[in-house]
């Protein structure tokens, strides 16, 4: 874990270095999780910039992602789109995101729109599905706080995933004729998936998705300020709950299956934050 003091000097580094090439801050940023990418499509006159030029930013090494930011605009909507993210199963440490999202908060963005992708725990949210997060289960009860210091630390989690922009996201979905759930995601550490009896046991918490990522991104939004969406692709029915074997190149498999319609999606979405004061 990198000290505070550090950090600060890597993100006052990653500040100007993304002032210099995209000039001012966004509104919205997108991490874009498995599933996802193809929204980097939907980004007209879009720029990118690798995380090794962005020092606060981390380096992850999960197949699927690419490690770069893009800027640009969807419509009238100027966003910057994160493809990649560091999860704590690589390192075991949560807090890797910390240096991105308080670098992108101090550039001036208002909110992170999360993607991610799940295994489903409910049958009328198959595979190809998408669930908007209305609210989330920190299974593993870690959190990228431990260790800051002051009151600011004790992050109010009620509303976590924007009321508003919630309500707003489920209407543009049915303007759109598309089917989006709303649910509960529940983090699970990995890099193994869930067993069975852990599935039967977070459905009984009321867990509607299982992932391995997006909660402590959330965490350390909220504690920057930033107000936070989230989307989930549903990759795979969730352990126990199909006769499937679950692989990481099966939840690849189907994400670039379901990407095209999901990044669609997210494309629409951004665009419609134009109409929105964030």
């Known amino acids: 874990?990198?000290?505070?003091?550090?950090?600060?000097?890597?993100?006052?580094?990653?500040?100007?270095?993304?002032?210099?090439?995209?000039?001012?801050?966004?509104?919205?940023?997108?991490?874009?999780?498995?599933?996802?990418?193809?929204?980097?499509?939907?980004?007209?006159?879009?720029?990118?910039?690798p995380y090794t030029e962005l020092p606060a930013f981390p380096q992850p090494k999960v197949e699927g992602h690419v490690n770069e930011v893009v800027c640009g605009r969807i419509g009238g909507q100027r966003v910057i789109m994160l493809r990649g993210r560091a999860h704590t199963y690589e390192s075991g440490e949560c807090t890797g995101m910390a240096g991105a999202l308080r670098t992108l908060?101090?550039?001036?963005?208002?909110?992170?729109?999360?993607?991610?992708?799940?295994?489903?725990?409910?049958?009328?949210?198959?595979?190809g599905s998408l669930m908007l997060i209305a609210d989330h289960i920190n299974a593993p009860q870690r959190s990228p706080?431990?260790?800051?210091?002051?009151?600011?630390?004790?992050?109010?989690?009620?509303?976590?995933?924007?009321?508003?922009?919630?309500?707003?996201?489920?209407?543009?979905?049915?303007?759109?004729n598309l089917m989006l759930g709303e649910g509960v995601y529940c983090w699970a550490l990995g890099p193994q998936f869930e067993t069975p009896a852990e599935i039967r046991m977070f459905a009984a918490w009321g867990a509607?998705?299982?992932?391995?990522?997006?909660?402590?991104?959330?965490?350390?939004?909220?504690?920057?300020?930033?107000?936070?969406?989230?989307?989930?692709?549903m990759t795979n029915m969730a352990a126990g709950l199909s006769a499937e074997a679950l692989t990481h190149?099966?939840?690849?498999?189907?994400?670039?299956?379901?990407?095209?319609r999901a990044?669609?999606?997210?494309?629409?979405?951004?665009?419609?934050?134009a109409e929105l004061t964030l």
């Open 263 to 273: 990044a669609a999606f997210l494309a629409a979405l951004v665009a419609s934050f």
């Open 145 to 176: 706080l431990v260790g800051e210091p002051g009151s600011q630390r004790f992050v109010d989690m009620v509303g976590a995933y924007d009321p508003e922009l919630r309500q707003h996201a489920l209407a543009l979905a049915k303007r759109e």
């Open 208 to 233: 509607d998705a299982v992932g391995m990522s997006t909660v402590p991104e959330t965490i350390l939004a909220r504690h920057a300020g930033l107000k936070v969406m989230g989307l989930a692709l």
């Open 105 to 127: 908060k101090r550039w001036g963005v208002k909110l992170l729109l999360q993607t991610n992708a799940s295994g489903s725990l409910r049958s009328h949210m198959p595979p």
């Open 249 to 260: 190149d099966l939840t690849l498999k189907q994400a670039q299956m379901s990407g095209e």
């Open 1 to 49: 874990m990198i000290d505070n003091k550090t950090l600060d000097v890597a993100i006052a580094a990653s500040v100007d270095k993304l002032q210099s090439l995209f000039g001012a801050a966004p509104e919205v940023a997108v991490v874009l999780g498995s599933g996802w990418a193809g929204a980097v499509s939907h980004v007209q006159d879009a720029k990118a910039l």
